[in-house]
């Protein structure tokens, strides 16, 4: 529904009553000669390995697909889900952490488990994050309001891009599109 209602001349493929993507009804939506976005928003695996099989079959190789998602939620790592034709179509996503597995080389990672015995998981890495990014946003010479409203950081996992609420607080709009 919001895609339809926000972005117009986008197509929707059908799906049959097993949950199985109609592969002809996707074939006559793709453009040769353009990149082509598959949006795929479900949590039912058969429709996911149904639509990467299509996607991948060698009668499309004339095409440039990408597979997207607003939400890369477990289904995506369901044991029948291929991997390699996640990888094969660069599936991209939206996160709000970074995925690349170099978190554990940061001081504070390493600082962390030499106190704890073990890597920090996701929660004390944002923890720390967010308290870092507050500390240094009100260290500057300039109010903690101007510093959001003009910059943009980075750290560990997070990234804060932070816009005014209708109550005068903020919000965090950082996001990452990570790929396959």
């Given at each position: 529904?919001?895609l ?20 002809q ?27 990467i ?34 990888v ?23 600082r ?69």
């Amino acid at each position: 529904k919001y895609l339809s209602d926000n972005f117009s001349g986008i197509k929707f493929a059908t799906v049959d009553e097993t949950n199985k993507l109609v592969a002809q009804s996707l074939k006559e939506q793709l453009d040769a000669t353009k990149q082509n976005f598959v949006i795929l928003e479900t949590e039912k695996a058969n429709l996911i390995l149904s639509t990467i099989n299509t996607l991948t079959e060698e009668t499309l190789g004339a095409y440039k697909i990408n597979l997207a998602t607003m939400d890369r939620n477990p289904t995506f790592d369901h044991e029948e889900i291929p991997l390699s034709k996640l990888v094969k179509l660069n599936l991209h996503y939206p996160s709000v952490t970074k995925e690349d597995g170099t978190q554990n080389n940061s001081k504070f990672s390493k600082r962390y488990k030499k106190e704890n015995t073990v890597f920090p998981n996701q929660y004390a890495v944002r923890g720390f994050d967010l308290t870092f990014d507050a500390i240094l946003r009100m260290a500057q010479d300039v109010p903690f309001g101007e510093t959001v409203d003009k910059f943009a950081t980075e750290y560990i996992e997070n990234r804060f891009s932070y816009d005014k609420d209708l109550k005068g607080g903020y919000f965090n709009r950082g996001v990452y599109v990570l790929k396959y």
